[in-house]
């Protein structure tokens, strides 16, 4: 990877971007748009999105020439669509989630092959209706065996998976009582399902359990589902599990855990957060996603009851409704949960957590703070959304990839760069990364006049 060096914003072309209003304004702006025309409200929204492209401080739908390595080639998405010279230069790549590296790993490659040789490209149907294949059966074993969870429904999303089986087993009289940061498509699946939802605040299991209680106390006759995650997606940090099912037993609530983000790249034989904090066949029920580390789109759920598949099979739209996963998929996530659970998964999640302490260090060198625990989620944190713009752009124009994450993605005021590790990525494209991250953020801050965030308070946590 060729050197690159910053090229920090001049002063009037800050104020340039200042004065058009690409710095300013949120996503909330345009949550609720009005009018008798559907399609014409949603025009002062483009609008505002297109003044930012224009402006470079639009970082997203952006495009991956070839694959999503620790160096990659990155279009973005400009004013007229995806805009980038013929041939864009690669750069150190920290905003696609291959936690292990096993997107590009022959054995999973040769899997696909295989496969689409077998079998072909295409599920040609509801897994309710003649979808499944071998392989998506075999998929399925191999979850429940390292999960220690008997009976395991396979979605073709991972988003999917999530709002299935919230709408799929709360009804309207039943209660959520659901972490304030938790995914999005739990969220939903839980305002879809009940009226009866309550955030409860992020981690705080005394809190849990005063809302727990306050529900007994009024409604012995409902379910209360409570949600949680084995990993949060943009504060990298983890819950008490023994203390949260203990919690759904004593008060008799279901607990569901979603491993997406730490299924295969962390705990003993990949077993995630559940398996460091010796929870397996323990949870309740267990959901999560193929997309993070396990080499392919698609989510599952897995628990002990053959019942509660049975629900999911009739009631659950994303499974009931929704073509199955494809046997390339199937295949591709069959042979990386192989190598999750071998010597080699082991040495990947070694150089994975490596990666993300050299990380956490050299962005510490320069003065940024990260937020949560060393795992493949590194967040950057910096609160104002100009400050993110600004530094998005400036590494944009460097050639180092991060995601620049504001509202709805985080909480209005809590802006962040979520820069994402990778088990391949070298030392040098660490300190590289690092280097250029801290120095762009700096100089925006610097900049915009906006003294530097140390991180959020116990307020600026909650999505609100």
């Known amino acids: 990877m060729h050197e690159e060096t910053l090229h920090f914003e001049r002063a009037d072309d800050v104020a340039e971007l200042s004065r058009c209003g690409a710095l300013s304004g949120n996503v ?35 495009a991956v020439d070839g694959a999503p390595g620790p160096e990659a080639q990155v279009r973005e998405e400009g004013a007229r669509g995806l805009a980038a010279p013929a041939d ?10 291959d936690y292990l590296s096993l997107a590009s790993h022959p054995a999973v490659r040769d899997a696909a092959q295989r496969a689409l040789a077998d079998c072909g490209p295409h599920s040609a149907g509801s897994a309710v209706l003649q979808g499944n294949s071998r392989l998506s059966l075999a998929l399925e074993e191999a979850l429940g ?50 009226r009866n939802v309550a955030l409860h605040r992020h981690l705080d299991t ?32 983890v819950p008490d599990l023994p203390l949260m099912q203990h919690l759904c037993r004593e008060y ?39 997309s993070k580390t396990l080499a392919s789109n698609g989510g599952f759920v897995a628990c002990a009851s053959r019942a509660v598949k049975r629900q999911l099979q009739l009631f659950a739209g994303p499974h009931l409704f929704s073509n199955a996963l494809s046997p390339l998929q199937a295949a591709c996530v069959l042979e ?29 060198e320069t003065g940024m703070r990260c937020l949560g625990v060393p795992s493949a989620i590194v967040p950057v944190w910096i609160g104002s959304e100009p400050v993110a713009r600004l530094a998005g752009r400036t590494l944009a124009r460097a050639n180092v990839h991060v995601n620049a994450v504001e509202f709805p993605g985080v909480p209005l005021g809590a802006a962040r760069l979520r820069l994402q590790v990778m088990a391949a990525h070298r030392k040098e494209q660490l300190r590289h990364g690092a280097r250029l991250v801290g120095a762009a953020v700096n100089g925006a801050g610097a900049a915009l006049g906006v003294e530097p965030a140390r991180g959020p308070g116990r307020g600026e946590r909650s999505r609100g």
């Open 28 to 62: 909330a702006q345009f949550a609720q748009p009005r009018g008798p025309d559907l399609i014409r409200r949603t025009e002062a929204l483009d609008a505002w999105c297109a003044l930012r492209a224009a402006h470079g401080v639009w970082q997203y739908a952006r």
């Open 88 to 97: 864009p230069a690669p750069g150190v790549n920290f905003a696609s989630q």
């Open 145 to 194: 065996e390292l999960l220690h969870a008997q009976h395991v429904t396979l979605f073709p999303t991972g988003w999917g998976a999530a709002f299935g089986l919230v709408t799929a087993l709360v009804g309207p009289r039943d209660y959520v009582v659901i972490d304030q940061l938790a995914h999005a498509s739990l969220r939903q699946g839980a305002a879809a399902s009940t």
């Open 206 to 237: 005394g809190h849990v359990r005063e809302l727990l209680a306050a529900i007994r106390a009024r409604d012995t006759e409902n379910g209360i589902l409570v949600v949680t995650e084995g990993l949060f997606s943009m504060d990298s940090d």
């Open 252 to 290: 008799g609530a279901t607990l569901l855990v979603d491993v997406a983000h730490d299924l295969g790249a962390l705990g003993p034989g990949g077993a995630g957060s559940i398996g460091e904090q010796a929870m397996l066949g323990k949870v309740d029920i267990v959901m999560g996603a193929f």
């Open 336 to 364: 990386a949960l192989r190598i999750v659970a071998g010597r080699e998964g082991e040495e990947l999640r070694a150089a994975l957590l490596r990666n993300a302490l050299a990380l956490r260090a050299h962005l510490a």
